[in-house]
């Protein structure tokens, strides 16, 4: 029988109470926030339950809101699929603007290396206990993390952008 | 004789001097800068969509062998004229520069398309905005991308110059001040 959503919530919110909430259905996905504390545990009990059997780590990526309050400022979103029912969950984990840091979960899943690196690289999120968190894609020398909201998307090297012709300017005639 | 008027010279054209009979005199620059412009060896650094037109300059329909450029050299240390094409992004900046400089002088530097001459589209904290920034380029071919025959006049540009480059011009104080402006040694 098809793994239903009752059944998942159920389940979790059996075995962890108050450390997942905000149960919701969006985006054709089941969505849930865990204490960031916890997340080792959670995703652990989502591979390892013989019911839920959550075996596969589809993505893991940051997010960041510069505008929220201080203790969630930054997010960990964890995407699992159970290739046996066909069911997909996502797991939302939100940390502190001035320390964001979170358990690595390499140690259930291999694949979790290069994403967490990823998310490190661009978010400058913390994964404790990760085996080599390091920068993947960005050159090594860069000192800023490019996603977050502060850190401006247009390279400041650029020498030949006219702001007339990008409807930067208020006027377009006078500028000299 | 009809045959004779309608017939296309390939050879390359003399450079200017004195002649008569069974004697030619010229400069030694004039005869050195008329070899090295029709024997340029490239050096493709392709890394997106230039490289593609490219391919096309190369092959049978723009044939770019017709400028001397037949043999594509894959190791910059025989090479002569380095094509940067496509999009560089910053953590292939320091690879680009040591591609450069394993190249033996005299060498020059075609820059095809809008991302290797300024950044192109791509104004963004990953991408070098403009191959300038690392190595002195000779010949920007703007277009995004540009299609072959711009290429092909990109090439011949660049023998123009090389034709009427003096022989002294890589010892000269003002080259070495260039390469110095780049930190390149």
């Known amino acids: 029988m098809a793994l239903e959503q009752n059944t998942i919530i159920q389940s979790l919110s059996d075995r962890f109470g108050g450390s997942v909430s905000d149960f919701i259905h969006i985006h054709d996905i089941l969505t849930f926030e865990a204490d960031s504390e916890s997340i080792l545990e959670v995703m652990g009990y989502l591979k390892d339950d013989p019911t839920l059997r959550f075996n596969f780590l589809t993505d893991v990526c940051g997010m960041h809101f510069p505008d929220a309050d201080k203790s969630r400022q930054f997010s960990v979103v964890y995407h699992m699929h159970n290739w046996i029912d066909n069911v997909r969950i996502r797991i939302k984990c939100y940390l502190n603007g001035d320390n964001p840091e979170i358990d690595s979960v390499t140690s259930l899943f291999l694949g979790a290396n290069w994403q967490e690196r990823e998310t490190y690289d661009f978010y400058g999120i913390i994964f404790k206990g990760h085996p080599q968190l390091k920068r993947i894609l960005n050159m090594d020398e860069m000192v800023s993390f490019p996603m977050r909201k502060e850190f401006p998307l247009e390279d400041g090297g650029r020498t030949d952008k006219d702001d007339r012709f990008f409807g930067r300017t208020t006027d377009n005639y006078t500028q000299s | ?185």
């Open chain 2, 1 to 185: 004789m009809e045959d004779q008027t309608k017939k296309i010279i390939t050879d390359a054209k003399a450079p200017d001097g004195f002649s008569g009979e069974g004697f030619f005199a010229t400069k030694l620059d004039s005869v050195v800068g008329m070899a090295r412009a029709n024997s340029l060896w490239p050096l493709p650094f392709a890394t997106s969509c230039c490289g593609i037109e490219f391919m096309a300059t190369m092959a049978s329909h723009y044939d770019v062998a017709r400028f001397g450029s037949e043999r594509m050299s894959f190791s910059p240390r025989q090479a002569d004229m380095l094509l940067v094409m496509g999009t560089i992004a910053k953590k292939m900046a320091p690879i680009l520069r040591q591609v450069y400089e394993q190249m033996a002088e005299p060498k020059w530097v075609i820059s095809v398309g809008a991302c290797a001459c300024s950044g192109g589209i791509f104004d963004t904290y990953s991408v070098l905005q403009g191959i300038d920034k690392i190595i002195p380029v000779d010949v920007y071919v703007p277009g995004c991308p540009p299609r072959p025959e711009q290429i092909l006049d990109g090439i011949m540009r660049l023998q123009d110059m090389v034709r009427t480059e003096s022989v002294r011009r890589r010892s000269s104080p003002e080259y070495q001040e260039l390469l110095a402006s780049y930190n390149i040694s």
